[in-house]
């Protein structure tokens, strides 16, 4: 079962990935097709909103396109906050899901950045594996998620989820 040091634990990966993206790498190419490392981290951003807002008991919609900016850290870091606040408030959202959310994203913006997640907690993409391997069907993977692809031998908790993902995954 996830816990809050674990979200915790994922929002510093994020964090440090976030902080550590260049001016250059901005336009660079992700794993998700349709995205720029820009347009990543600003879904991140935007990720964390709505998760506040489901946790809050709110409405959201996932298909809207989230406000550019051309500094992430701060909004993440406040609606990173807002979340953890919640769920010390007891909220009921799922923290599988943040914790899903979270690591693909990880793995998405570490892979365009040419680093790696192997030194990243694994827990984090095991709980994030777990929730969506019960939660995600063929159905709902539809403009979200690509159909689950191979996963090389030797990949590591992100490396599993992000191919559980739809994302193409290669082990060097």
């Known amino acids: 079962m996830t816990s809050r040091t674990q979200i915790e634990t994922g929002i510093s990966q994020v964090t440090a990935l976030l ?24 879904h991140l951003v935007n990720t964390a909103a709505n998760l506040v ?11 809207a396109s989230p406000e550019p900016s051309s500094d992430p850290i701060p909004l993440w870091t406040e609606r990173t906050r807002e979340l953890l606040a919640e769920i ?37 993409a095991e709980d994030g594996l777990e929730f969506m391997s019960e939660n995600l069907t063929d159905e709902r993977r539809a403009g979200a998620f690509e159909p689950e692809q191979p996963t090389p031998d030797g990949s590591n908790a992100y490396e599993r989820l992000a191919a559980f993902a ?5 082990r060097s």
């Open 166 to 170: 739809g994302r193409t995954v290669a």
């Open 19 to 42: 902080s550590a993206v260049t001016a250059d790498e901005r336009a660079s190419a992700t794993p998700c097709t349709d995205w720029t490392v820009s347009e990543l981290s600003d």
């Open 88 to 124: 010390d408030a007891g909220s009921p959202l799922p923290l599988g899901m943040v914790a899903a959310e979270f690591s693909v994203h990880a793995w998405d913006l570490a892979t365009a950045l040419g680093r790696g997640t192997d030194d990243f907690d694994p827990t984090v």
């Open 53 to 63: 807002t489901m946790a809050r008991g709110g409405e959201i919609d996932w298909s």
